[in-house]
Structure formats: C-alpha cells, structure tokens
C-alpha cells in the first residue's frame, strides 16, 4: 500500500502543478489577447456586460473536507466573461442554493469565491472551456474532463459531489464504468449504469482511504446529481431545481447528524483505482 500511496502524492503534486502552470500560461496569453477578447465580449455579450473587465474564465474554489461540491458542465459565455459561476441571470443557480438551504440570503454571482469560507462549499466544472451552449462541448471533451475532476475530488476529499446537470453524471459514470471494464477485479462490483434516470443519489460512493474502509471508518464522497440550473432547461421549472437542492440538503444534514454511519446501500469504488495508471 505504500507503494500505491506514494504513486498517489505524486500524481496529485503532479496535479496541482500542472494547475499552476496552466494558469501562468493561461494569464500570459489572456494578456497577449486583451484587445481581442474585449472587442468580442462587446459585440457578443449583453450590454450590461460589455462595460466589466473579462477575466477569461472561472476559477475552482476548493478545499480540503467541504460539505459539498457543485460542479458543473462549462462556464458559459457570460460566467467567462465575468470570471463567476453561474453568472447569466436567468441561471436559477444561486436561487436554488439559497432556497435550497444552504445560504441564509441570495449571493450574487461575484461571490463565489467567497462560499468555501462563509458556507463550506466548492465550485468547480467538469471541462474548463467556455461555449455559448454545452451542446458545444464534443464526448471526448467531456470524457477527457473526468481525470481531472476525479483527482480533484481525491484531493480534496469533500463530503457530497451535486452535478448540476444529470449530463454531468452520466459522463462520470460512463468513464468509471469504462474504467471498470478494463480492470478485471474490479469489474463486478464497479460496474454501473451509464445514464442517470434522474434527480438524486448516484449508485457509487468514492471511497478516498481503503485503510479507513478497514478500520470502520469509511472516508468517502457521495455523488449526486440534479438538473441543469439552466433558464433554458424547461423540463424542470425552477420550482423542482429547488426541491432537488433541498434534498442534497437534506442528504448532508442526514451525514452531518450520523457521521460516517449513513447507510444508503452505495457501491463503494475506490477513486485511487480510478486516477491511477
């Protein structure tokens, strides 16, 4: 287990420095391109938008032990513009997370970076490219996302994963159930349905420490899903989306009260199994 343990650390270094370069190029680049990406900010966002300074993207905002970790799809335009998740006001996002119980007053988009902090909770997406649509966003990209997020979720070990979106989930589910497949001992017990039927628990649970899982105290994050926040997403009305950000409240107030003894018959996947090579 040392051995494995040591590949981890280093692959997670590994991570975390990559992180850091990707960001120093990225910020030279946006520097280069400042009068190019403002031209078109002017010409394709809104008005009220046209006069902010773009940031070009957003940022995660992560730590170790949150309460729990949305995640979504991309950043939109807009949010890339403006550098906040879920910044388009039509989004019910931030709606939801108030009247789903997890802030006391409506939080506009510009602060997101504060809610690791105030509330415990994270932000992070699952491909870091800005479209107009997620429609845009091709099936390797999104499948090419799910490393990446994953060793995130390793790192950072947070209690609940809420994918906003139940796309999201289906595309994790769909590369851990690949990964399953090549790995012969783990292909009974790790396999999984690759489409979400819809709002609530996924069918596996990641489990961070397998020497936890042999004491009894089982170290794991439970994955989540609900629908696209989205103004354009008409299946849900923004009604539902906040009684399915009530339940993910109420899921982590149920952990909350039990500690690591939430029994929800989960199949648990060991997530170094997934990241490593």
């Known amino acids: 287990m040392t051995s494995t343990t040591n590949t981890f650390e280093k692959l997670i270094s590994g991570f975390a ?9 990225k910020n ?12 078109r900010v002017k010409v394709e966002l ?26 979504g799809i991309n950043p939109g ?37 504060t809610l690791p902090e105030r509330f415990n909770l994270g932000m992070t997406n699952l491909v870091t490219r800005s479209t107009q649509t997620a429609a845009e966003l091709s099936k390797s990209e999104l499948q090419s996302g799910v490393p990446d997020f994953l060793a995130k979720i390793a790192l950072y070990k947070p209690k609940i994963v809420c994918f ?4 999201i989930a289906d595309n994790v589910l769909e590369w851990i159930n690949t990964r399953a497949d090549s790995d012969g001992e783990r292909k009974a017990k790790g396999k999984t349905k ?33 629908s696209s926040t989205s103004g354009r997403v008409v299946k849900y009305q923004k009604s539902d989306k906040i009684k ?30 997934l990241i490593l090579p």
């Open 244 to 273: 399915q950000f009530q339940a993910v409240r109420a899921l982590l107030d149920e952990i909350n009260s039990s500690g690591s003894g939430v029994s929800l018959g989960l199949t648990p996947v060991q997530i170094v199994d």
């Open 17 to 25: 420095y990559s992180s850091k370069s990707n960001s120093k190029r």
């Open 46 to 71: 809104p008005r009220e938008v046209s006069n902010k300074s773009p940031r070009h993207g957003v940022h995660d905002y992560l730590k170790p032990g949150l309460d729990v970790v949305f995640c």
């Open 28 to 39: 030279e680049e946006d520097s280069q391109n400042t009068l190019v990406q403002t031209k």
């Open 194 to 226: 690759v489409k979400v039927p819809g709002p609530g628990l996924l069918p596996i649970k990641l489990v961070h420490s397998e020497e936890q899982a042999e004491e009894g105290k089982v170290e794991s994050t439970l994955l989540y899903a609900v």
């Open 77 to 113: 335009e807009m949010s890339a513009a403006l550098g906040h998740h879920f910044a388009n006001p039509v989004n019910h996002f931030w709606a939801c997370l108030h009247q789903g119980g997890f802030t006391p007053t409506l939080l506009r988009p510009s602060e997101d970076a």
């Open 164 to 167: 906003v979106g139940m796309g």
